[in-house]
């Protein structure tokens, strides 16, 4: 793992930075994105994932970080939030969010605009929003 940090030619003649691997790896991202829903670039996006897979990977070795252990990590990360998906319960003061039943975290809610973001946030993490009363008790009505 620690020779893969030498694959790439560098113009200074030092590795680049860890800072200069994460803007790479943003670039081929960013690169990828656009070209994701076109069949005729099916090559142009191989050679994307490829440059992104390496950029990962240098990452990793960057930090020592075992690339079979951290892809276990993702996965098992991935089959839990599948298994178990995130709740958020909306109070008339903070939002709570919930991982089954797993605390995760919360913060206070100031205004409506603040409402409004919550319901975004949900609905764009695939996340259901529960509306509850003060006593803890959902409110059926409203949940969504």
């Known amino acids: 793992m620690a020779l893969l940090s030498q694959l790439l030619?560098?113009?200074?003649?030092?590795?680049?930075?860890?800072?200069?691997?994460?803007?790479h790896l943003q670039h081929v991202l960013a690169t990828l994105l656009p070209l994701v829903h076109q069949p005729e670039q099916t090559l142009a996006v191989q050679h994307a994932l490829?440059?992104?897979?390496?950029?990962?990977?240098l990452l990793l070795d960057k930090f020592n970080l075992n690339p079979e252990a951290a892809l276990k990590r993702a996965i098992a990360k991935r089959n839990q939030q599948q298994n178990s998906?995130?709740?958020?319960?909306?109070?008339?003061?903070r939002v709570e969010l919930w991982q089954g039943?797993?605390?995760?975290?919360?913060?206070?809610?100031?205004?409506d605009a603040d409402r409004d973001a919550l319901t975004t946030l949900a609905t764009s993490l695939g996340?259901?929003?529960e509306l509850m009363d003060d006593a803890h008790q959902q409110l059926h009505l409203f949940a969504t």
């Open 85 to 93: 998906p995130s709740v958020f319960k909306c109070y008339t003061d």
């Open 101 to 111: 039943d797993e605390y995760r975290g919360g913060w206070p809610l100031y205004s």
């Open 127 to 129: 996340s259901r929003l």
């Open 9 to 23: 030619p560098h113009s200074t003649g030092q590795p680049p930075s860890v800072a200069g691997h994460v803007q």
């Open 50 to 57: 490829d440059e992104a897979t390496l950029e990962l990977w």
